[in-house]
T-cell receptor
């Protein structure tokens, strides 16, 4: 089945540094990928939609200068958390949809970010 | 925005059936999904149902959709300890759209006792 690979799975960084998270579609091309954020014991919230070859679309309340998204190829989207702070600590999950709009979203295994 | 509601906890004994319920508000929902999340892991797609279907069965999983009441349920037959996880209900109002965003419930923590 369709596989979405995400790494790193876990990262600890110091406050003020930047962290890059990669999301790859392994056996399909994805013109669109989605980045979600999950707080402990909470649901998933869509942060942004990553579009290959164009700018990402951010959800209301998500700072685009803080969460930089680059979708440089049909199989790779990256999320960079810039100048990370402890409140950015969270679980970040990417997803992509193989095939047409009727196919379900598949998710990566997520990245646990801890900012100290 | 769209609201998706789930009960937060469910406990069952191994071998029993589990039923996880979900309600949603968006009458234009096209697809409804069930995802499973184990501790520290991402989301695993379990099954999904199109809004013009009433029921879908896949091995131990049965999904029932009552579109009139906007109620979705997931039944797991012969529940095993390995089924212990958080189960998310999600829906999307988009069909054929590149957006395809999902709206999630808060998840139901299923605990299976041996």
């Amino acid at each position: 089945g369709a596989v979405v690979s995400q790494h790193p799975s876990r990262v600890i960084c110091k406050s003020g540094t930047s962290v890059k998270i990669e999301c790859r579609s392994l056996d399909f091309q994805a013109t669109t990928m989605f980045w979600y954020r999950q707080f402990p014991k909470q649901s998933l919230m869509l942060m942004a939609t990553s579009n290959e070859g164009s700018k990402a679309t951010y959800e209301q309340g998500v700072e685009k200068d803080k969460f930089l998204i680059n979708h440089a190829s049909l199989t790779l989207s990256t999320l960079t958390v810039t100048s990370a702070h402890p409140e950015d600590s969270s679980f970040y999950i990417c997803s992509a949809r193989p095939g047409a709009g009727d196919s379900p979203l598949h998710f990566g295994n997520g990245t646990r970010l801890t900012v100290t | 925005g769209e609201d998706v509601e789930q009960s937060l906890f469910l406990s069952v004994r191994e071998g029993d059936s589990s039923v996880i319920n979900c309600t949603y508000t968006d009458s234009s929902s096209t697809y409804l999904y069930w995802y499973k999340q184990e501790p520290g892991a991402g989301l695993q797609l379990l099954t999904y149902i199109f809004s013009n279907m009433d029921m879908k069965q896949d091995q131990r999983l049965t999904v029932l959709l009552n579109k009139k009441d906007k109620h979705l349920s997931l039944r797991i037959a012969d529940t095993q300890t390995g089924d212990s996880a958080i189960y998310f209900c999600a829906e999307t109002p988009d069909r054929g759209s590149t957006l395809g965003r999902l709206y999630f419930g808060r998840g139901t923590q299923l605990t299976v006792w041996p």
